[in-house]
């Protein structure tokens, strides 16, 4: 019972602070009601049977990503750009496309055809589904060669944000 | 999710929720008095008994001050921001687990608002969720030195949160579990502070701890004689009143984490489990007023560096050889 | 009280209405901030949607996935954020209209 409620909340929750990611104009509005996306995510990733990826959202993306935003929206002191709704350019033709894309999304996740893979009745999960042990001993196990080249990844982009952030002295 | 269990926790909340609140006075109290005896003077004495009801008074003023928000300011901002890093110190406090299981009517209830078996995780998370209060503060007041004070503030957050994380790993790596409760439990023979790499967890983490809740000598960004008052300076009345409930409330989760994690948590011969909690916990926080009447501040580059280039490398090499003694010894 | 559960084509749906904001943000708003934090939106709308399949198959490759994802997200905000800081250092603006001369 608790489990519906919980998820129309979050949904709502996610949505609405979606469109108003795109809507404001002031980019600190943004990034915060990005953060508010985020966390209604992390409470749906709880829904669904996966508390370790739920926490890892809060701590990594929530904490650390959104909180780098911030940091250059202030230090950049961005104005915002005009209002979303005033016709010009390619706007509309943007928003169409956009919708074309949600229609083709639709179609995929509720007809009949473009749901070939899911399995017919619910499979029952096995215990410990989604925990950090499991998480992680499929992640050194089946997934090892990915995650040393997601270590590497990480080296490169701290280096290269090192990099292309310095100010060049001459 | 029967009935006696949502009385519980609702009861179990409302007790850490009041024990903050009431607790905050008492520590305020403790800090003015025990600093001042340090400094050879008396502290508060004249507001009730041994000055006790110094820091209620203080509330009573802060209540009637004009709450002012400076123009330009980003009203909506400027008011959420400070109710922020209490949110997350409270969320925090939910899985700290304050006493052992008591059996009231037949029913077993643990004394630790919700035991999540990722509970070192979530307390990383929503401290991590904690330098949004400061960083907003700091922004939302429309004015220099809160922006620089705020930055800064937040910067150093972020920057010993992995010195942090990765001192509790290496705890992770020895106990095999998230949960808080269960660490608890494995420190039945032996408090984990006496093993020689989990006591230096324990050291670099809880410098971590004091520079995460930006106390002294740490305090640089929110100092009175730097930068105004760094992130707080527009804040006042109920709003100041609320950063200084955080800033005591976030002492209170790193001391909790500290002694739960470190020190046994509820553990101890004779006492009940509470009252050892509590003991543990006043002298953790006699231990953070001791170090603000002792060292002087860090200055900031000195603060970072400390950060990434000590404590960092430092708990790294920690997390190594605890991981090399757990793989060997089984 | 019956036990409703919620159908993971819900999820789905969600998923996919944040992917499509996400992608309206990316198209038509002019400020590159907002659409580097369009395109987080959009990152994350997959992460919800891989980890519903992984509910669905009863399989933990779906998390494993989003674990990349974030990790991949990570490092991409941050090199694109140092991309944006030295681009507005040297022309004063983030608007991508503006920023259309390989000069400078």
Redesign the interface.
């Known amino acids: 019972m608790l489990e519906p409620i919980l998820f129309t909340l979050f949904s709502i929750i996610a949505i609405v602070f979606a469109f108003n990611v795109i809507f404001r104009r002031n980019a600190v509005h943004c990034a915060l009601h990005l953060v508010g996306v985020l966390l209604s995510l992390s409470g749906m990733f709880v829904l669904l049977n996966a508390p370790f990826i739920a926490a890892i959202q809060i701590l990594i993306y929530a904490g650390a990503i959104m909180v780098l935003f911030l940091f250059v929206v202030m230090l950049l002191n961005v104005k915002g750009d005009a209002a979303l709704l005033t016709p010009g350019g390619w706007k509309g033709f943007g928003f169409f496309f956009a919708l074309i894309m949600f229609v083709e999304l639709l179609y995929v996740v509720l007809s009949q055809g473009g749901t070939e893979g899911t399995p017919a009745q619910t499979i029952a999960l096995p215990p410990g589904f989604g925990s950090p042990a499991e998480i992680g001993r499929i992640l050194y196990s089946t997934w090892l060669f990915p995650f040393e080249v997601t270590s590497i990844l990480l080296l490169i982009a701290v280096i290269g944000a090192v990099v292309l952030a310095k100010r060049k002295f001459a | 999710m029967d009935l006696t269990f949502l009385i519980a926790s609702a009861v179990k909340v409302l007790i850490v929720l009041g024990f903050v609140l009431l607790g905050v006075p008492l520590i305020v109290w403790m800090e003015r008095k025990v600093i001042g005896h340090m400094q050879d003077r008396i502290g508060p004495q004249r507001v009730g008994p041994f000055g006790l009801l110094q820091t209620i008074a203080d509330g009573i003023k802060l209540f009637f001050k004009e709450d002012i928000i400076p123009s330009g300011a980003d009203r909506v901002v400027f008011i959420i921001a400070p109710a922020l890093p209490v949110i997350t110190a409270f969320l925090a406090l939910a899985v700290v687990p304050f006493g052992d299981t008591v059996h009231i009517a037949g029913h077993a209830i643990p004394l630790q608002v919700t035991d999540v078996n990722i509970a070192l995780l979530w307390i990383l998370g929503t401290t991590s969720m904690g330098v949004y209060g400061i960083v907003l503060g700091g922004w939302a007041s429309n004015s220099k030195y809160p922006l620089l004070g705020g930055l800064r503030s937040s910067a150093q957050m972020i920057s010993y949160e992995l010195a942090q994380g990765i001192s509790l790993v290496s705890v992770i790596v020895f106990t095999g579990t998230l949960s808080l409760a269960s660490i608890v439990q494995q420190q039945e023979h032996l408090w984990f502070i006496l093993y020689p790499t989990l006591f230096l967890s324990f050291v670099i983490y809880l410098l971590c701890g004091i520079a995460e809740t930006n106390r002294a000598p740490f305090d640089l960004a929110e100092a009175e004689t730097e930068l105004v008052a760094g992130f707080h300076t527009e804040f006042s009345s109920m709003k100041f009143a609320l950063y200084f409930l955080a800033e005591y409330a976030n002492m209170m989760v790193v001391s909790g984490i500290a002694i739960s994690v470190f020190f046994g948590g509820w553990r101890g011969p004779f006492l009940p489990p509470v009252v050892w909690f509590l003991i543990k916990l006043s002298l953790f926080l006699f231990f953070y007023v001791w170090l603000r009447a002792t060292f002087p501040r860090l200055r900031y580059d000195q603060l970072m560096a400390f950060g990434w280039k000590v404590l960092l490398p430092a708990s790294l090499l920690n997390l190594v050889i605890t991981a090399l003694w757990v793989g060997l010894t089984g | 009280?019956p036990?409703?559960?919620?159908p993971l084509?819900?999820?789905?749906?969600?998923a996919?209405?944040?992917?499509?904001?996400?992608?309206?943000?990316v198209?038509?708003?002019?400020?590159a901030?907002?659409i580097?934090?369009?395109i987080?939106?959009m990152l994350?709308a997959v992460?919800?949607s891989f980890?519903?399949f992984?509910?669905?198959?009863?399989q933990?490759?779906g998390?494993?996935f989003?674990?990349?994802v974030?990790?991949?997200?990570?490092?991409?905000?941050?090199?694109g954020?140092?991309?944006?800081?030295?681009i507005?250092r040297s022309r004063e603006t983030?608007?991508v209209?503006e920023v259309h001369l390989l000069k400078g």
Do not use: C, P
């Open positions: 009280m036990a409703w559960t919620v084509e819900a999820y789905q749906l969600v996919a209405l944040l992917f499509t904001i996400g992608l309206i943000g198209l038509v708003r002019r400020s901030l907002i580097f934090m369009s987080e939106l994350n992460n919800l980890v519903t992984s509910k669905q198959h009863a933990m490759d998390q494993i989003v674990f990349f974030m990790s991949v997200a990570a490092a991409e905000v941050a090199v954020l140092a991309i944006l800081v030295s507005f983030a608007n209209d």
